[in-house]
């Protein structure tokens, strides 16, 4: 079983930079970056493919977030720029047990696997 695991959250000042880590142990293909504020539902951030050549961004991240992995480091990476208060809560790191385009899996029901998750907090 493929087991996640993330790093890096925190709390910064608005348009500042963080960069999340996901270290993973198993076979993983396609996988993303998802967060869930307070009293919302969990969305869609960022995904990826196996080799890291496609990449795929919700619309209000794109242009400040860069999703990347490093397979021989068994680590992906969000890193994330010109923060603000709405990019506030827990992220989360899943991978997908199977194969297929990342382009395709912006939902939830899209990953087999799932970090534990971590907390960044932008202030104004």
């Known amino acids: 079983q493929v087991q996640l695991v993330e790093s890096g959250g925190g709390l910064v000042q608005a348009g500042g930079s963080l960069r999340l880590s996901c270290a993973f142990s198993?076979?993983?293909?396609?996988m993303g970056w998802f967060r869930q504020a307070p009293g919302k539902e969990r969305e869609f951030v960022a995904a990826?493919?196996?080799?890291?050549?496609?990449?795929y961004y919700a619309d209000s991240v794109k242009g400040r977030f860069t999703i990347s992995r490093d397979n021989a480091k068994n680590t992906v990476y969000l890193q994330m720029n010109s923060l603000n208060a709405e990019d506030t809560g827990v992220y989360y790191c899943?991978?997908?047990?199977?194969?297929?385009?990342?382009?395709?899996?912006?939902?939830?029901?899209?990953?087999?696997?799932w970090g534990q998750g971590i907390q960044v907090t932008v202030s104004s």
């Open positions: 990826i493919g196996w080799s890291g050549v496609i990449t």
């Open positions: 899943a991978s997908r047990g199977r194969t297929g385009s990342p382009l395709a899996f912006s939902g939830t029901y899209s990953y087999d696997y």
């Open positions: 198993g076979r993983t293909f396609s």
